[in-house]
């Protein structure tokens, strides 16, 4: 059973220390989560009930209680307030009140083709470009992926337009270029129970975009993000993007009901992908505005200026105008749930690109 420590609102960094440094004595693992109101220690490691030792006499304890969810670190009980991943350097954010809204190709097929589709996401206001360098393919036959060309091409976007930069990591091995080259990490629907991929992107300084199974409950899901989290990694955004049902008239079905439930029980945010949520150009849009009105924290859509012509998931990208369509509308739905839509991200002339 998972144990938090519960420190005092006036409580000391020297104090927190001497918590942290105790819990390590006992042969676990603390988690310091500062709060607005007041810091939480989490304590995992431990098999059972930790052995509480004399935690709660110790200066600046208020109390040490036990957290009854199997995620402890995910788990609101553990820290009360939303996570708010920000990019030092831009306004942008993952979390917060402004709605992250990640655009791009499914994959990096060619410098130009970046570009093209960059530029056109960025003059829509999208904050984030995505684009796969490493794909995790059904058939080992289909377009793998430009790996580490396609990095440094987003890299350059970076620098040219400002976007942030999120791209998956199929392994240990790309994970450590991704996280070279991007400024978030996706780990894939496929890999959402790759627990060696987890703890790895557990252990990076990046923040993880964490997608959701194929058919993974919302209790394996968050046990997913946990791994991430247990290694000292808390800067974990989940995406929603379609489970796989009975139906067939999408591609997968997208759960949008699990965006409430997830916020009940965790502080982490969540985006919605009705990109591969559905697969059907025709139903991006309506979908998208509907991750928006359930609450959504972002969206992330495929766009390609050719689809019929990509390499992957051609049938589900929109086009660059529909793009900006869906940035007008959802703009106008944003504010029924206190939410705002940025329009560009603004990059410190101090920050490298
Ligand atoms: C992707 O985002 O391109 C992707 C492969 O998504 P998923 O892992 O959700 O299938
Ligand atoms: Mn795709």
Known sequence: ?????????????????????????????????????????????NQGEAERGNLEELPGVAEVIR??????????????????????GTDAVIGGTSLAVVAGPCSIESREQAFAIAEQVAASGAQFFRGGAFKPRTSPYAFQGMGLDALRIMAEIRSALGLRIITEAIDNESLEMVEQYADVIQIGARNMQNFSLLKRAGRSRKPVLLKRGMSATLDEFLMAAEYILSEGNYQVALCERGVRTFADHTRNT???????????????????????????????????????????????????????????????????????????????????VHRRVPRGIQVAATVEG
């Open 67 to 88: 957290v009854s969810k199997p995620y402890k670190l995910a788990s609101r009980d553990v820290k009360s307030e939303n996570t708010v991943i920000t990019f030092p």
């Open 1 to 45: 059973m998972a144990m938090l420590v519960v420190m005092k609102a006036q409580a000391t960094e020297a104090e927190i220390a001497a918590v942290c440094a105790h819990i390590e004595q006992l042969g676990y693992k603390p988690h310091p989560m500062p709060g607005t109101q007041r810091t939480a220690v989490g304590i995992t490691g």
């Open 254 to 336: 997208l759960d949008l009901s699990i965006v409430p439930a997830v916020q009940r029980l965790s502080h982490l945010p969540i985006l919605v992908d009705p990109s591969h949520g559905t697969g059907k150009r025709n139903k991006v849009l309506p979908l998208a505005r509907a991750a928006v009105a359930v609450g959504a924290d972002g969206i992330l859509v495929e766009v390609h200026h050719q689809p019929e012509k990509a390499l992957s998931d051609g049938p589900q990208s929109i086009y660059p105008e529909q793009f900006a369509e869906m940035m007008d509308q959802i703009e106008q739905i944003a504010p029924i």
